[in-house]
């Protein structure tokens, strides 16, 4: 499992801290989390031994709420278990797990070393607890790792009192301990037996031929909420009997009855207990928080008043714009009746906050024959929207605002913007030079050299040559790592594109992460268009271009990209490589209208020269959090390496959920299990649907009262 953290931008004194900036936030939360309450609801709450909300070793039908995000660990020997779960929406709960297998050895390593076997899992609850029904739920476990522990199962719990129950039916791990042939059997007789290791050698595979195949179990149990807050006490009958554990590694089983126990020490932090298979102590160890709930009472600078003096003169109403509304000036004219504004956002997330803020210095300024003040929001150059504000039915919002009342009034946002004339009041000089610098961390877990890691300190650049053209670049060097300790695994026949990760991280003390110059341009109302070349990332070099065509508000944008690119020297100089490729996209984007779900469907030519496609679903929350998942499968088969596709959970978690200040800078991390060689995409530093996100109206009118706080 590899992630990095990434962050563009940063504040409170440190620009662009890519490490710290979500480290340190984390580490408080385990230190200062608040006490329990005092009556707490913790029951069907718990993480399971295999992550995911369940008892012990069996799941439950429980979710928590959209949003959630746990981290686990278990020990139950000869088993340790890694886990990672999110619920993104209120009915599905998905997840990565580890397992190292204490007295199997990892069998491409160069030294003794635990097994490691990786796996995701998914829960769907098919409809929610009643007054006399319980919940339930269908989930898979293991579905895409090697399945060596691939189960699959249907759950229900119903809560009484102070007691919760479950009750569910296993197939494969949880289905070993043989209670019956499977209910299927009865549709098509391929179901009563279950094919042995039907992910394959590789790994890595939906094993869709072991679906709900071969014999069942019955599994379930109680939870108790003791009198005593923090405890929960847990007994469940698990549905394995432990004969045909994974490599030869059966184990003794003296019960199928577990016993348990859930310790809550604060709202994040819990610690688990229990006795399993009659013989053998567990112990386990679970964060989990709200990442949807995640904020921070703000202390930017406050809005003027209405009756603030005016500002001397345009350039002097730009600099404050910037400074109090969050907006990069381009340009302001005069255009009869209009006041138009030309600007860039840089601060708030909410646009209808910058333009309630710079409405009030725009209002001190211009003269009473001004009727209207229009935001012409761009970025990089490329047109993005027009907002538009009545002046007099805003001063009237905002007079209700500064009297703790509401006053809805009338604006309207489009996006045909007609060419401006009249007077320039002000242009700004599109020649810009930003920089930033602070921490960086990239991490791989998960193969068979263990825990890697590499601290360093980065340095970053931009200028700006005019308004749709920038060099930028940035300099790694790395404080401290253990890279050493890599080694190549892969068994792939692809074209080594990835997998030489080890070799890029550990020769370069410093290296040039990226070096490039970028140009943006507008075809049309709804066309886009981007070119750039030079180092692109730390592997590869090379020019490529975007093609984005994304009308206004619509919930549906097109794009394509190709690249032609070379494989950089070791070091991260200027050095290539001989190996060189063509690849590129086409992408769909859809906004599906369900849970503020994203879709987006890449199809097209990757590192390695394989073709195929990746799906990236992913749902944002209000406050700007981001969960999401993807997958890659493409026509390399064998030659793929461990596993026929790749997959990886992320989160990207907007950096003013931490701070006083607000931001539109974003942290993103993100969970894979391996690097490979099949289905490696390049990694762009820029896209264009991330630098037009503005063409979406988004949640501007849920969020139009809170722009008056």
């Known amino acids: 499992m590899s992630s990095r953290l990434q962050v563009p931008r940063g504040q409170e004194g440190i620009k662009g801290s890519r490490g710290a900036l979500l480290l340190v936030p984390c580490s408080l939360w385990l230190v200062a989390a608040p006490t329990l309450a005092a009556d707490p609801v913790l029951l069907g709450r718990g993480q399971s031994d295999f992550g995911g909300i369940g008892l012990m070793q069996t799941p439950s039908a429980r979710m928590e709420e959209p949003g959630h995000f746990a981290a686990s660990w278990s020990r139950t020997a000869p088993y340790r278990r890694y886990a990672i779960f999110v619920q993104p929406t209120d009915w599905l709960e998905a997840g990565f797990r580890y397992v190292s297998v204490e007295n199997r050895n990892y069998a491409v390593a160069d030294e003794p070393r635990n097994n490691l076997d990786k796996g995701i899992d998914a829960k769907v609850r098919l409809w929610e607890e009643g007054r006399y029904r319980p919940a339930l739920a269908l989930g898979l476990r293991d579905a895409g790792g090697t399945t060596l522990f691939g189960a699959e199962y249907l759950v229900a719990s119903k809560r009484w009192y102070g007691l919760d129950f479950t009750l569910g039916i296993g197939w494969g791990?949880?289905?070993?301990?043989?209670?019956?042939?499977?209910?299927?059997?009865?549709?098509?007789?391929?179901?009563?037996?279950?094919?042995?290791?039907?992910?394959?050698?590789?790994?890595?595979?939906?094993?869709?031929?072991?679906?709900?195949?071969?014999?069942?179990?019955?599994?379930?149990?109680?939870?108790?909420?003791?009198?005593?807050?923090?405890?929960?006490?847990?007994?469940?009958?698990?549905?394995?009997?432990?004969?045909?554990?994974?490599?030869?590694?059966?184990?003794?089983?003296?019960?199928?009855?577990?016993?348990?126990?859930?310790?809550?020490?604060?709202?994040?932090?819990?610690?688990?207990?229990?006795?399993?298979?009659?013989?053998?102590?567990?112990?386990?160890?679970?964060?989990?928080?709200?990442?949807?709930?995640?904020?921070?009472?703000?202390?930017?600078?406050?809005?003027?008043?209405?009756?603030?003096?005016?500002?001397?003169?345009?350039?002097?109403?730009?600099?404050?714009?910037e400074e109090n509304a969050g907006m990069r000036v381009s340009e302001i004219r005069r255009d009869g009746e209009d006041l138009v504004v030309n600007a860039e956002p840089t601060v708030y997330r909410n646009l209808a906050k910058s333009e309630a803020r710079a409405g009030r210095l725009l209002h001190a300024k211009a003269d009473d024959q001004v009727e209207t003040f229009r935001y012409r929001w761009q970025n990089r150059g490329m047109a993005l929207r027009e907002d538009v504000h009545d002046r007099a039915s805003f001063v009237a919002a905002a007079e209700s605002a500064d009297e703790e009342g509401h006053h809805r009034y009338g604006l309207y946002s489009h996006a045909r913007l007609k060419p401006v004339r009249g007077e320039a009041l002000y242009t700004a000089d599109p020649q810009r030079l930003s920089w930033s610098v602070g921490p960086s961390i990239e991490q791989n877990f998960g193969g068979p050299d263990g825990y890697l890691y590499r601290l360093s300190a980065y340095a970053s650049a931009e200028y700006s040559t005019d308004a749709n053209g920038w060099f930028s670049g940035s300099l790694t060097a790395t404080l401290a790592d253990n890279l050493d300790e890599y080694s190549y695994i892969a068994e792939s026949d692809l074209p080594r594109v990835r997998t030489y990760i080890g070799d890029y991280l550990a020769e370069a003390d410093v290296g040039i992460g990226n070096l490039q110059y970028t140009r943006t341009t507008q075809l049309g109302d709804d066309w886009y268009a981007m070119g750039y070349g030079g180092l692109l990332e730390m592997m590869?070099?090379?020019?490529?271009?975007?093609?984005?065509?994304?009308?206004?508000?619509?919930?549906?944008?097109?794009?394509?990209?190709?690249?032609?690119?070379?494989?950089r020297e070791f070091d991260q100089q200027f050095g290539l490589r001989d190996y060189d490729a063509w690849t590129g996209h086409l992408s769909a984007y859809l906004e599906t209208g369900v849970e503020d779900v994203l879709a987006k469907l890449?199809?097209?030519?990757?590192?390695?020269?394989?073709?195929?496609?990746?799906?990236?679903?992913?749902?944002?929350?209000?406050?700007?959090?981001?969960?999401?998942?993807?997958?890659?499968?493409?026509?390399?088969?064998?030659d793929f390496g461990e596993g026929s596709f790749d997959k990886a959970l992320y989160l990207s978690i907007p950096m003013d959920a931490f701070f006083v200040r607000s931001s539109r800078d974003r942290a993103t991390i993100a969970w894979q299990p391996l690097t490979r060689d099949g289905g490696a995409r390049l990694h762009r530093r820029y896209e264009l649907y991330d630098l037009t996100q503005e063409r979406d109206l988004g949640r501007y009118w849920e969020d139009y009262e809170s722009s008056w706080e």
């Open 602 to 638: 890449s199809v097209g030519r990757y590192l390695a020269g394989d073709v195929g496609a990746t799906l990236d679903l992913s749902r944002e929350f209000d406050n700007g959090v981001r969960m999401g998942a993807w997958a890659t499968f493409t026509d390399a088969g064998d």
């Open 173 to 321: 791990y949880l289905g070993n301990a043989n209670d019956g042939d499977s209910p299927l059997g009865w549709l098509d007789s391929r179901f009563e037996s279950r094919p042995d290791n039907a992910g394959g050698d590789q790994g890595g595979e939906f094993a869709l031929d072991q679906l709900f195949r071969g014999p069942v179990a019955l599994f379930g149990g109680v939870e108790w909420q003791t009198p005593w807050a923090p405890l929960v006490l847990q007994v469940e009958v698990e549905g394995n009997d432990y004969a045909n554990e994974p490599q030869d590694n059966d184990q003794p089983q003296d019960s199928r009855v577990n016993l348990g126990a859930r310790y809550r020490l604060s709202d994040n932090l819990e610690l688990r207990a229990g006795w399993q298979r009659g013989n053998t102590a567990m112990a386990g160890i679970s964060f989990s928080t709200n990442l949807a709930g995640l904020s921070q009472a703000k202390q930017d600078p406050p809005p003027m008043p209405l009756g603030a003096e005016a500002e001397a003169d345009w350039p002097a109403v730009a600099a404050r714009l």
């Open 540 to 567: 590869y070099a090379g020019a490529g271009g975007e093609v984005l065509y994304r009308p206004f508000d619509s919930p549906l944008a097109l794009g394509a990209d190709l690249n032609w690119v070379r494989q």
